[in-house]
C-alpha cells in the first residue's frame, strides 16, 4: 500500500457511489442539513486500522447556521496511526480531500463553510501521548467550487483550503526540522 493510505482511507465510500445522497434545488435548509450528515456518517463509516474499537468518526458531524447564512459544517475524525508523520499527514489530507468532494459536490446550495479536525496520537509535553487534533483545516464554498473535482489527483490541497492548526511537531517533523 502506498504511503499516505490506509486500509480505512482506501475504503471510505467512493464519491461515485449511486448510494451517496444529493440534495435537489429549493429543498430547506434542514433538509440540505441531513443529507451533508448523511454524506459525512458515510465518508468516515467503520474504524480506523490501527485499532478495530475506534471509531473514524470521533465527533457527529455538526450542520451549524453560519452567521452571514447557510451551513456551517463542523466534523473531527480519527486518522490512521501510520509509521511515519509524512504518512500519517499525506493520509489526512487524502480523507480531507474526499470529504471536502463529496460534500461540495452534493449540489447542497445553501452549503457555506466546511471545517475538518484529524485526530491522532501526539506528544504533549504535560501528560506525555494523547489524542488531540493534529490537523484542521476549512474550505470555503467560493474556493471549493473553483476546484477541478475530476483532477483533484494533480492538486495540492495545501494551497486550496486554509490550514486553521498543524501540530507544532508535525510542522517541524515536515519541514525537516530535528528537535
Known sequence: MPEGTSESTASSAAIGDTDVQRCSRGLSIDDQ???LVAIVNRQLAGTTTH????????IEPDPRDHRQGGI???MEF??????????KKAAMDREMMDIYE????ANCEDLREVHISGRAKAVDGR??????IVFKTKL?????????WAGKEGLDFNDIWDTML????????LAGEVE
Open 51 to 58: 485499532d478495530n474499537e475506534l471509531a473514524r468518526l470521533e
Open 140 to 148: 470555503v464554498r467560493d474556493k471549493a467550487y473553483d476546484v477541478d
Open 33 to 35: 442539513k441531513a443529507i
Open 102 to 105: 463529496a460534500l461540495y459536490t
Open 166 to 173: 498543524l501540530n507544532v511537531r508535525w510542522r517541524r517533523e
Open 72 to 74: 456551517w459544517m463542523v
Open 127 to 132: 501528560v506525555g501521548i494523547a489524542h488531540a
Open 78 to 87: 480519527n486518522g490512521d496511526e501510520l509509521p511515519s508523520v509524512a504518512a
